[in-house]
């Protein structure tokens, strides 16, 4: 199995069907496109070891593509070679002032220099990525109550983050104790899961670790930390270690999704307090929205402003009950997003391990989750800035 990738950007296919079959000659992966757009999503999402392109493209200049992948810490360190069709020294100029490492004109000579640069710029040595101070963005799922679909939701809308933004790394993090539901919901059914990550050395515990080990089960497209499965490995869990695995996760991932379930304790709290975004779900019962309510309560005597609350009402377990304006007055919050009615899809959907979007891709409430996912993401951004202004 190759051990090196390389992504080809380039818009003319005779050439970038050649570049690609003479990369896989040398032994090389390749991933290749003919859109830089579309560049940036593989460079961002797939961490090639080398990018070939072409500066001549037809959706972005050549220097705006580089320029971009310089300033993104997820691709600042990547060596980038354009093959380039424009002959002039200008291009070339710009080129490297963008960022670019080498620049070479496509030609009959360049051909045979391209294996020995391409081996060159492989092992030359990296400049190490810088990383975002704030780290990835945490957004934790939780509900007051049993039964209103927290675990269901958080993994789906960890496809609709994927859905959003393809380029992102994403996992979701079952910390639901003493038994993760997840993995199950999912169809996962590997070794791997909380305890095995808490029981892991500190200095083993990094991007490589969470990137190669972590499971991404097909179809859902986030890479997933599966909670423990059963109450007896729960017991050997070292709270202690939960704030330092949620580090160590910012740190790897672009988003963090954990599924806290109904759980309000010392294990969550350090967690809740941490989160940048709260998704509080609530279902249409009397007594979640009154114990939503209660929760609520007890999160502004914690300080937690209601600018980070993003209460979800979940009509998918059914239509009785409370109204949106209802369950508004009882928990003294605005309901962000009303997930609707599925009817028994949704239980189908989750029976078979499977995602709404693979499953129901047109249905309202995949569009729904899709577009609230995407008001999260908006959010996200403007919430860290106001609280970095205000500390």
């Given at each position: 199995?190759?051990?090196?990738?390389?992504l080809?950007?380039?818009?003319?296919?005779?050439?970038?069907?050649?570049?690609?079959?003479?990369?896989?000659?040398?032994?090389?992966?390749?991933?290749?496109?003919?859109?830089?757009?579309?560049?940036?999503?593989?460079?961002w999402?797939?961490?090639?070891?080398?990018?070939?392109?072409?500066?001549t493209?037809?959706?972005?200049?050549g220097?705006?593509?580089?320029?971009?992948?310089?300033?993104?810490?997820?691709?600042?360190?990547?060596?980038?070679?354009?093959?380039?069709?424009?002959?002039?020294p200008?291009?070339?100029?710009?080129?490297?002032?963008?960022?670019?490492?080498?620049?070479?004109?496509?030609?009959?000579?360049?051909?045979?220099?391209?294996?020995?640069?391409?081996?060159?710029?492989?092992?030359?040595?990296?400049?190490?990525?810088?990383?975002?101070?704030?780290?990835?963005?945490?957004?934790?799922?939780?509900s007051?109550?049993?039964?209103?679909?927290?675990?269901?939701?958080?993994?789906?809308y960890?496809?609709?983050?994927?859905?959003?933004?393809?380029?992102?790394?994403?996992?979701?993090?079952?910390?639901?104790?003493?038994?993760?539901?997840?993995?199950?919901?999912?169809?996962?059914?590997?070794?791997?899961?909380?305890?095995?990550?808490?029981?892991?050395?500190?200095?083993?515990?990094?991007?490589?670790?969470?990137?190669?080990?972590?499971?991404?089960?097909?179809?859902?497209?986030?890479?997933?930390?599966?909670?423990?499965?059963?109450?007896?490995?729960?017991?050997?869990?070292?709270?202690?270690?939960?704030?330092?695995i949620?580090?160590?996760?910012?740190?790897?991932?672009?988003?963090?999704?954990?599924?806290?379930?109904?759980?309000?304790?010392?294990?969550?709290?350090?967690?809740?307090?941490?989160?940048?975004?709260?998704?509080?779900?609530?279902?249409?019962?009397?007594?979640?929205?009154?114990?939503?309510?209660?929760?609520?309560?007890?999160?502004?005597?914690?300080?937690?402003?209601?600018?980070?609350?993003?209460?979800?009402?979940?009509?998918?377990?059914?239509l009785?009950?409370l109204?949106?304006?209802?369950?508004e007055?009882?928990?003294?919050?605005?309901?962000?997003?009303?997930?609707?009615?599925?009817?028994?899809?949704?239980?189908?959907?989750?029976?078979?391990?499977?995602?709404?979007?693979?499953?129901?891709?047109?249905?309202?409430?995949?569009?729904?989750?899709?577009?609230?996912?995407?008001?999260?993401?908006?959010?996200?951004?403007?919430?860290?800035?106001?609280?970095?202004?205000?500390?």
């Amino acid at each position: 199995m190759p051990d090196k990738t390389i992504l080809l950007v380039d818009t003319d296919h005779a050439s970038l069907n050649f570049m690609s079959r003479l990369m896989r000659e040398q032994g090389y992966a390749v991933l290749q496109t003919n859109l830089g757009k579309e560049g940036w999503i593989y460079a961002w999402r797939d961490r090639p070891d080398l990018i070939i392109f072409d500066p001549t493209l037809q959706d972005i200049s050549g220097e705006q593509f580089v320029s971009k992948l310089r300033q993104d810490p997820r691709s600042s360190a990547i060596p980038i070679l354009a093959l380039s069709s424009d002959l002039r020294p200008a291009r070339k100029t710009s080129c490297l002032e963008a960022g670019c490492n080498k620049y070479l004109v496509k030609s009959g000579e360049a051909v045979t220099a391209i294996p020995e640069l391409v081996a060159e710029l492989l092992t030359s040595k990296k400049t190490p990525v810088k990383k975002l101070t704030e780290g990835g963005y945490l957004i934790v799922f939780l509900s007051a109550k049993g039964g209103t679909g927290v675990s269901s939701l958080c993994a789906n809308y960890g496809v609709a983050f994927c859905e959003n933004k393809p380029e992102a790394r994403l996992v979701v993090a079952d910390l639901v104790l003493p038994i993760g539901s997840i993995a199950n919901l999912v169809g996962y059914k590997g070794e791997l899961d909380l305890l095995t990550v808490a029981l892991t050395a500190d200095a083993e515990i990094n991007n490589e670790y969470f990137h190669t080990r972590l499971p991404q089960p097909p179809g859902w497209r986030f890479q997933l930390l599966p909670g423990v499965p059963t109450p007896d490995r729960a017991n050997d869990l070292r709270a202690d270690r939960i704030p330092e695995i949620i580090e160590a996760l910012l740190a790897a991932y672009d988003y963090v999704l954990v599924d806290l379930g109904r759980s309000l304790s010392r294990i969550s709290m350090p967690i809740i307090q941490r989160a940048d975004l709260l998704a509080l779900i609530v279902s249409t019962d009397q007594s979640t929205a009154t114990l939503t309510h209660t929760v609520w309560e007890y999160f502004q005597k914690q300080g937690i402003e209601e600018k980070r609350i993003f209460p979800i009402l979940n009509r998918v377990i059914g239509l009785e009950g409370l109204t949106k304006a209802e369950t508004e007055k009882i928990i003294g919050l605005s309901i962000k997003t009303t997930i609707p009615y599925m009817g028994s899809n949704f239980v189908m959907a989750n029976n078979q391990g499977q995602s709404i979007f693979v499953k129901y891709p047109g249905d309202a409430a995949t569009i729904v989750i899709k577009e609230s996912a995407q008001g999260m993401i908006e959010l996200l951004p403007r919430l860290r800035y106001e609280s970095k202004r205000i500390s």
